[in-house]
């Protein structure tokens, strides 16, 4: 009886074993059976939105002092623009930040011999932005552009304007998606098709199609690939590109 067992037990595990290297060996030819090959989609383009912004601060001990000294310093920004042509609704000014400063005074005690600090109340620095914006209105993109390089003269009456980096967009970016999403798709159907003819072979259907990701760099960058993607900002002529990896049976 227990011969019998074990008989059978063996005879389970061989037709196990049978049907798993079966579905190895199933999977491999599927495997070899098909081909994967990566398309690219690429395009140059010209950002049509623009962003550019300066900042200046004031310092008091007293707050309304120092609320007074911005309101009083903004009137000389708004004035200053307005000279170089700008109209005062082509630009925004940002509520005025407050925040309080400290100093760390250092004593050393002669009897402990310990290190002590503490921080100082030292005044108010209050903060307000100013900001220029475009969309699709190239003429204004350049004096935008031409007067972010010359916010340095307000120095002359006494204010220092923080320029930051202008950042270029586009406004098209969902479309050139679509359209660039269409062009790798279709260089990865003709790669596909090129080696499989060259090879004297037969393409099958569509297996898998993978999309890699969006990247947007400036023109004529050396930049990487980014894994979860790349959006450069900082250029105004710019490069966007996708890959996507197409997997079809052989016949």
Excluded: C, H
Aim: charged letters at 25%.
């Amino acid at each position: 009886m227990e011969k019998i067992k074990s008989s059978i037990v063996i005879g389970i595990a061989i037709i196990i074993t049978a049907w798993i290297l079966g579905k190895g060996f199933q999977n491999r030819n599927s495997n070899l059976d098909s081909i994967s090959v990566v398309g690219l989609g690429t395009k140059d383009f010209v950002s049509d939105e623009i962003l550019w912004s300066g900042s200046f601060t004031t310092n008091s001990t007293d707050i309304k002092e120092a609320y007074n000294k911005i309101v009083s310093d903004q009137k000389i920004v708004k004035d200053f623009f307005i000279q170089k042509g700008f109209k005062p609704n082509e630009f925004t000014f940002s509520a005025v930040d407050f925040e309080k400063n400290f100093k760390e005074i250092r004593s050393e005690s002669n009897e402990s011999f310990q290190t002590k600090y503490e921080k100082v109340f030292v005044g108010y620095q209050a903060t307000q932005m100013i900001s220029f914006s475009a969309k699709k209105n190239p003429d204004f993109m350049k004096r935008i552009e031409e007067v972010s390089s010359k916010s340095s003269e307000l120095v002359n009456s006494g204010i220092n304007l923080v320029s930051n980096t202008i950042q270029y967009t586009y406004s098209g970016l969902p479309s050139l998606k679509q359209s660039l999403i269409e062009k790798a798709t279709k260089d990865a159907n003709e790669r596909a098709s090129k080696i499989v003819k060259t090879a004297d072979g037969s393409l099958g259907k569509l297996k898998n199609a993978n999309m890699g990701v969006f990247q947007i760099t400036g023109q004529g960058s050396t930049e990487e690939d980014s894994y979860g993607g790349t959006n450069d900002t900082y250029s105004k002529n710019k490069t966007a590109r996708i890959t996507v990896r197409l997997t079809y049976e052989l016949d």
